[in-house]
């Protein structure tokens, strides 16, 4: 099987790792992944980085030229694309730029007319209702004609796309998996000491954006009701909320209690978690952001506690978005925006050792059949399967 994967998102070697495994789950499988020649991706990343082609027998990461270096909904490639998909022929391509992306209606376009006749699927995260006006809603409406199949980073994505009016096959998993590698239970007493915990202590930990919408107001409310418990807070990200954060908590009584880390390399993040009790996501569903298409948003999947449930770490969420369906039964769940209830959960943890063990193990043991990159490839490469198994049967 041939397949053709596009996205900026694999400019990143890291976000590589689930499609390196695809090609390598069976004999004949090639993987050619294709991304923009030039990307600004913002943020605290201010600088263009300029991709490289790299080839690894049955994988390969071919930079093509591009049109737009920093929106991926107007994302598309120059002519040398064309080269390139005469020369691979795929039979699978997946452009992860969403419904309404104009790379991937110039990847339907070009399947057509170099005779490919390959399925055409895309990846999206978008987990809200939205309208749309002409133009744009033209260019979905071709886009969802045309699609195979579609994987979903969320449940929610699935309603929104039947909503739009989609009826072909879906698969619900995220864009990456988790590097079991890296992300793996181990004890990091010298670290700890570093930031003044001491063993005895509960630490209840955030990785994070410091915003409004990840809930952190409500997690310090919830714990400044837990004083009479030796705890720590550990907060690991950054953001426009942190000095509201530490006003908040000096309001509260529990600034002592806080420790804050900037964001470190993600190969770090693992020895952070591992200092946690408990990882929590309180996140809050909001309607505030408004784009061209869209307005809202709330948890798309919260990738966060997949890699704290690989470290045994036992995870806390809200009902935001994909929380409870990432968690389960290997965690607990607690309505958003609700203080009592997330206090409740925490005050669980810290009183009963015994269930922090086994939601630690159960997280651990669902990440490793449902979340590694191994396990995402199979579940991806069953999916491509699905849909050329269909296609044969309706010839």
């Not at 990846?123 to 260019?139: A, D, G, H, V």
């Amino acid at each position: 099987m041939r397949i053709l994967v596009a996205s900026h998102t694999y400019i990143v070697d890291l976000n590589c790792e689930k499609l390196r495994a695809i090609a390598h789950l069976e004999p004949n499988i090639e993987v050619t992944v294709v991304v923009p020649k030039r990307w600004k991706p913002g943020g605290v990343q201010i600088k263009i980085i300029e991709t490289q082609l790299r080839e690894e027998g049955n994988f390969r990461i071919v930079p093509v030229s591009n049109f737009s270096q920093n929106n991926q909904g107007i994302l598309t490639f120059g002519a040398d694309l064309i080269g390139l998909l005469k020369q691979f022929r795929p039979q699978i391509i997946q452009v992860e730029q969403g419904a309404k992306a104009l790379g991937y209606a110039e990847m339907i376009a070009l399947n057509r007319l170099l005779g490919l006749k390959a399925k055409n699927l895309f990846f999206t995260w978008w987990n809200l209702p939205y309208k749309l006006k002409f133009p744009i809603s033209l260019l979905e409406t071709y886009n969802l004609r045309n699609t195979h199949g579609i994987i979903a980073g969320n449940q929610d994505g699935v309603d929104i796309l039947r909503q739009r009016g989609y009826k072909g096959p879906v698969k619900v998993m995220p864009q990456l998996g988790v590097d079991e590698t890296l992300f793996k239970p181990q004890t990091q007493p010298d670290l700890a000491a570093k930031h003044g915990i001491s063993p005895d202590e509960f630490v209840v930990g955030f990785v994070g954006r410091f915003v409004e919408e990840k809930g952190l107001i409500t997690l310090l409310q919830a714990l400044s009701g837990l004083q009479e418990h030796s705890w720590k807070c550990l907060l690991l990200g950054r953001g426009p909320l942190q000095s509201v954060l530490m006003e908040r908590a000096a309001e509260l009584g529990i600034k002592d209690r806080l420790i804050l880390i900037e964001s470190v390399s993600h190969d770090e993040v693992a020895r952070y978690i591992n200092l946690m009790s408990t990882l929590v996501l309180p996140s809050e569903t909001t309607y505030q952001f408004k784009t061209l298409t869209a307005a809202g948003w709330k948890e798309q999947f919260g990738h966060v506690l997949i890699e704290a449930m690989a470290c045994r770490v036992p995870v806390i969420g809200s009902d935001s978005g994909e929380i409870p369906h990432v968690i389960k039964e290997a965690g607990l769940v607690f309505p958003e925006k609700n203080v009592a209830a997330l206090q409740n959960c925490l005050r669980q943890l810290i009183e009963q050792p015994d269930l922090a063990d086994k939601l630690g193990q159960l997280g651990y043991e669902r990440v490793m059949n449902q979340y590694t990159n191994k396990a995402l490839a199979k579940q991806q490469l069953d999916f491509y399967k699905e849909l050329i198994a269909n296609t044969l049967l309706n010839n």
